[in-house]
């Protein structure tokens, strides 16, 4: 059986959009074994793999590259999703073992030519990226990757995920909190979901302050936090990792975007660009992920009004 490592450590939503690609080789070539070699914590992802799908997790705070390496094993094929010293490190290893290497080109001229305000288009998208990676290697994906998210009947309740890991992807909190108090008025059931100690506590506050609202940040694993997004009519989240999380279960996000743009390739699998919402700037994107400080100092990509966010909300597409 032909055997085949699969490398991305980070971040959350890339790692997210390497689930469906991931699956989607492994359907199609089940006389193949993948293992996926990924940080611990995001086991989870994987968790509703095919057969032939193996989950290496690791602890990249407490194990060597040494380490990892001289516990993988040997592989015919290492597709490389990451491109980074830590999986050049690995694939360069295995190859010396005599295995077949493919790497992921990230496209970092033309994001860069997006961010100069050079070209303004839709580049490829990372999925796209992960299954070139696979071609690379003789084997190619012929399916259809994206798929709509269609509206179930059976889901309900709103969820929200108002935090990102840079400012310039996070809708100011004053305005959001006017988003929860709108749909609580509305009589929808509103699921919060958080990120870290600090954040924790201004959601816990809006739950307390209005009625149908319930904060699950920092109570629920990652698996859990999937089962209830995977009940859920929509999901209000920036262009952060849970906008992917919510995407692998095919619930419908509308998504907030600032100083980041779909166009760079980062749109949440079988998300639609109409459910994306953001403003007509000459200045966006001023960067691909959201952490050079605004050049004008007041973050007018976010000037966008709670009930545009509200408003699109209640739409079914």
């Not at 990226?129 to 003789?138: E, G, M, S």
């Not at 009947?153 to 929200?160: K, P, Y």
């Not at 890991?165 to 929808?188: C, D, F, N, T, W």
Request: aromatic share 8%; glycine share 8%.
């Amino acid at each position: 059986m032909k055997r085949v490592l699969v490398i991305r450590f980070s971040a959350l939503g890339d790692v997210a959009m390497l689930v469906p690609i991931l699956r989607t080789a492994a359907e199609q070539y089940p006389e193949v074994e993948f293992t996926m070699l990924s940080q611990q914590r995001f086991a989870d992802l994987f968790s509703e793999m095919p057969a032939n799908v193996r989950f290496h997790g690791v602890d990249l705070k407490k194990q060597s590259l040494h380490e990892i390496v001289a516990r993988l094993g040997l592989y015919d094929c290492v597709a490389d999703m990451h491109s980074v010293l830590r999986s050049f490190y690995i694939r360069m290893a295995l190859r010396l073992k005599g295995a077949n290497i493919a790497s992921i080109d990230k496209g970092r001229w033309d994001k860069r030519r997006l961010t100069q305000g050079k070209v303004h288009a839709p580049l490829k998208h990372t999925t796209e990226r992960y299954a070139d990676v696979f071609a690379a290697l003789d084997l190619p994906i012929t399916d259809r990757l994206l798929t709509d998210n269609a509206p179930d009947l059976n889901r309900s309740g709103v969820g929200i995920a108002p935090f990102a890991a840079h400012q310039g992807k996070i809708y100011p909190i004053e305005r959001m909190e006017r988003v929860v108090a709108m749909l609580s008025e509305r009589g929808e059931k509103v699921i919060l979901f958080g990120g870290g100690k600090k954040e924790q506590v201004i959601l816990e506050s809006w739950a307390a302050k209005y009625p149908e609202v319930e904060s699950i940040a920092g109570k629920k694993t990652m698996r859990e936090e999937l089962e209830i997004m995977r009940g859920l009519r929509v999901m209000v989240t920036m262009d952060s990792g849970n906008m992917h999380l919510a995407s692998l279960v095919g619930t419908r996000v509308v998504s907030i975007w600032g100083a980041t743009h779909p166009y760079a390739g980062f749109l949440g699998y079988g998300q639609q660009e109409c459910d994306c919402i953001q403003r007509d700037l000459d200045c966006r994107p001023c960067s691909i992920y959201g952490n050079k400080p605004c050049q004008f100092g007041d973050y007018r990509c976010m000037d966008i009004a709670p009930e545009e966010i509200v408003e699109r909300v209640k739409s079914e597409k």
